[in-house]
């Protein structure tokens, strides 16, 4: 009978005898990525430490290939699950290289020697994540971003069936995000690794999930696919969020439009206009756009963040009654301004032309902001 490579069956979680979440129920198959997300304080640490053993669960099971975790002695737990945590790793005195290998010790038996075996298994695990000319360098001389590196390989190098990150992102920089999402990725997809992280970034979990499980309160609000948990107004519910926006189909985040009447008229599509839609943002001031079709790439950035937009649906024409609405936008605003190169008004959207003659007319034309 077919199971799931990883799986928990009604884990409840909490500290001293006191249930923090209840009826956790997860799963996940070899080679998936899940991630928690939600509100911080939801209790996402508090569930991967309960399945990692860290803490015992109040309730339920958690289950790796068909076998209760519970039942499994610590040996044969330190050769299936990997564990990286936020808590930043004392390495004093040691090299990347004495990190990394101190994933091999539940092979190596009482005496912690390692066998020539054992080296080669850290030194792949090493190239694996691309950190082998760090070798020699002192573990407490590199940057966190290194450094977390070399805690990816230590687990590699337990060669376990399934990773555990709590936060792995937390202290990097874009480059080294994208690098670590990367090989996480690149492992689960080549050589069937599980993998369940706990990510801040929503953006980032939207991108490289396969699962998505969404803890607030005392409960597991959501599992699912990213397609069926990043829909239009949820991210907003899980998140109490009260101003800025999240956009499920671009996965951006936008902070609160300026209020007040438009005071500038932005004529953009095809992606010129996003930068300029967010100074005015950052400048607090309010801004009308248009006319953009709703599958543009300006679109989102411009409802999120503009007073009024002239929108069409996909793949439809500009119609007068359009035309007519922006036009009573620009004679509002005190300036117009057109991020579209002239040479984009053709064919459907030939008609924004008559916007930048009525704006010029009008003497409310401008170079810029």
């Not at 808590?87 to 101190?102: F, K, P, Q, Y």
């Not at 790439?297 to 793949?315: C, I, M, N, Q, T």
């Amino acid at each position: 009978m077919k199971h799931p490579s990883y799986e928990t069956r009604d884990l409840t979680v909490g500290y001293d005898h006191t249930p923090l979440i209840r009826d956790i129920c997860l799963s996940l198959e070899r080679g998936e990525i899940l991630a928690l997300i939600g509100p911080n304080g939801a209790g996402k640490t508090t569930i991967l430490k309960s399945i990692t053993r860290q803490l015992a669960p109040l309730g339920g099971s958690v289950w790796l290939d068909g076998k209760d975790l519970s039942a499994v002695s610590g040996g044969a737990l330190a050769k299936t699950m990997a564990v990286v945590l936020t808590e930043r790793v004392r390495g004093e005195l040691m090299t990347c290289e004495d990190v990394v290998a101190t994933g091999r010790y539940p092979y190596t038996g009482r005496f912690g020697l390692l066998s020539e075996a054992d080296r080669r298994k850290v030194r792949e695990a090493m190239e694996l994540v691309h950190i082998d000319a760090l070798a020699d360098r002192d573990f407490a001389q590199i940057s966190d971003g290194q450094r977390q590196r070399v805690l990816l390989a230590r687990a590699l190098a337990q060669e376990p069936e399934l990773l555990v990150l709590d936060e792995p992102t937390s202290y990097l920089d874009v480059r080294y995000k994208m690098e670590f999402l990367s090989v996480v990725q690149r492992l689960a997809r080549e050589r069937g690794l599980s993998v369940v992280m706990s990510l801040h970034e929503v953006e980032l979990a939207q991108r490289i999930a396969d699962r998505v499980a969404c803890v607030k309160g005392d409960r597991l609000e959501r599992f699912g696919t990213p397609e069926e948990i990043f829909v239009p107004g949820y991210l907003a519910s899980l998140y109490d969020l009260t101003e800025g926006s999240f956009d499920p189909c671009t996965g951006t985040l936008e902070l609160e439009a300026p209020p007040g009447e438009p005071r500038v008229f932005v004529l953009c599509g095809a992606g010129t206009g996003a930068q300029l839609l967010r100074r005015l943002q950052r400048r607090g001031v309010p801004f009308a756009a248009g006319i953009l079709w709703e599958n543009d790439l300006d679109y989102p950035v411009a409802r999120a963040l503009g007073a009024e937009v002239v929108s069409v649906k996909p793949f439809t024409a500009i119609e007068t009654t359009d035309l007519q609405r922006a036009k009573a936008l620009i004679d509002r605003c005190d300036r117009f301004v057109s991020t579209l190169p002239e040479g984009e008004m053709t064919g459907w959207a030939a008609p924004l032309r008559e916007l930048v003659r009525f704006a010029g007319e009008a003497g409310k034309n401008s170079d810029g902001l």
